[in-house]
């Protein structure tokens, strides 16, 4: 079955960094665009990178420019998120997404699996 | 990029009809996409492309469309309805995605 599994998630210190890791299984993963969306606690869903199926292209918020960057290894069915210059605000639940519809670019055909979430704690 | 609308909160009882609501500029150009998020657990697509629903989803999910405005209806509410939904889109010019606030369905 289609499946997403999130890890990487711990405590960091403000100005921390960490790579968050997302295993895919059960679909051609190298097809699909891929997102990262975030939930802090007790918050709405806040999306935060998105990748093409075949890495090319990449696009962020504004919230988040420059200090995260989404890629993949199409060789090894995983995303990445590699998140620098932590803040406080970047606290919640990480989920990884596939895109619903194959070989989109950008990816636009909804998030239509999820994985279970990783939590990134931010603190000072 | 724009923004989606939703009302915090819809309350139903078993068995009625609950509706909810997503505005935005852009859903005119755009397709939405509804998520149903329980406590504790990832979100899951409950309809995609304005008004289909994906395999396995019941037939009680319905998704509608008119202009700058997007509806979720859940025909028959049951207990196990009760969370949050969510609607998103993209703006495609931008390269951004979208969400909106969420709403929470109660069953009362």
């Known amino acids: 079955q289609v499946q997403l599994v999130e890890s990487g998630g711990g405590v960091v210190q403000t100005g921390g960094s960490l790579r968050l890791s997302c295993a895919a299984s059960?679909?051609?993963?190298?097809?699909?665009?891929m997102y990262w969306v975030r939930q802090a606690p007790g918050k709405g869903l806040d999306w935060v990178a998105v990748i093409s199926y075949d890495g090319d292209n990449k696009y962020y918020p504004d919230s988040v420019k420059g200090r995260f960057t989404i890629s993949r290894d199409n060789s090894k069915n995983t995303l990445y998120l590699q998140m620098n210059s932590l803040r406080a605000e970047d606290t919640g639940v990480y989920y990884c997404a596939k895109d619903g519809e194959q070989q989109l670019v950008p990816p636009n055909g909804g998030m239509d699996v999820w994985g279970q979430g990783t939590t990134v704690t931010v603190s000072s | 990029s724009y923004e989606l609308t939703q009302p915090p909160s819809v309350s139903v009882s078993p068995g009625q009809t609950a509706r909810i609501t997503c505005s935005g500029d852009g859903l005119s150009n755009h397709y939405a996409y509804w998520y149903q998020q329980k406590p504790g657990q990832a979100p899951v697509l409950v309809i995609h492309?304005?008004?289909e629903r994906p395999s396995g989803i019941p037939e009680r999910f319905s998704g509608s469309s008119s202009g700058t405005i997007v509806m979720l209806t859940i025909n028959g509410v049951q207990a196990e309805d009760e969370a949050d939904y969510y609607c998103q889109s993209a703006d495609i010019g931008g390269r951004s995605y979208v969400f909106g606030s969420g709403t929470k369905v109660t069953v009362l």
């Open positions: 059960g679909f051609t993963f190298n097809t699909y665009g």
């Open positions: 492309k304005d008004s």
